[in-house]
T-cell receptor, first 113, second 112 residues
């Protein structure tokens, strides 16, 4: 069974720092990879989608990259703010819509004011 | 923009009771999914649908049934609730292949 590992499981940094969250998967036969944010007691908010033909995506202070050959994706957050505090989840699909998304367990991020 | 709406948001059931969770999306999405989220387990797929009138099993389908009679609605049923079904349930939808998934706010279900 495909596994998705997110490292670190938890991270606490002072405001203003740039940081990298890691996501690794055991099978390179993934199609799309998506990063989500989840606030306590809330649903998931899509941050970035890296489609099958792409290697990275950017939105504001966020940049996500995908290297299928090494089985890794990274989420880079620039100039972190207290409002970035949340759990960040990566998930992939195998294409076609079937089987949905396979999720990692997330990185719990705290940005200290 | 309602997006994906789940009803109810909270529910407490007694063991053996039944209930239906409703997911409604207003984005004309073809694909809809039900996941459960448990501490230490992450999100796991229960059932999914690739279009009106279709359903399929996911990773953890036992104890659940689903129906997609209308394109915009995806229902998740528990026929005889068990404490092991205590969880937070999320519905998601996506338009077609290669598009992002949108999630509802979740239903927190406790079975006592």
């Amino acid at each position: 069974k495909q596994e998705v590992t997110q490292i670190p499981a938890a991270l606490s940094v002072p405001e203003g720092e740039n940081l990298v969250l890691n996501c690794s998967f055991t099978d390179s036969a993934i199609y799309n990879l998506q990063w989500f944010r989840q606030d306590p007691g809330k649903g998931l908010t899509s941050l970035l989608l890296i489609q099958s033909s792409q290697r990275e995506q950017t939105s504001g202070r966020l940049n996500a990259s995908l290297d299928k050959s090494s089985g890794r994706s990274t989420l880079y957050i620039a100039a972190s703010q207290p409002g970035d505090s949340a759990t960040y989840l990566c998930a992939f699909d195998k294409g076609g819509g079937a089987d949905g998304l396979t999720f990692g367990k997330g990185t719990h991020l705290i940005i200290q004011p | 923009n309602a997006g994906v709406t789940q009803t109810p948001k909270f529910r407490v059931l007694k063991t053996g009771q039944s209930m239906t969770l409703l997911c409604a999306q207003d984005m004309n999405h073809e694909y809809m999914y039900w996941y459960r989220q448990d501490p230490g387990m992450g999100l796991r797929l229960i059932h999914y649908s690739v279009g009106e009138g279709t359903t399929a099993k996911g990773e953890v389908p036992d104890g659940y049934n689903v129906s997609r009679l209308k394109k915009q609605n995806f229902l998740l049923g528990l026929e005889s609730a068990a404490p092991s079904q205590t969880s937070v349930y999320f519905c998601a939808s996506s338009y077609i292949l290669d598009t992002e998934a949108f999630f509802g706010q979740g239903t927190r279900l406790t079975v006592v």
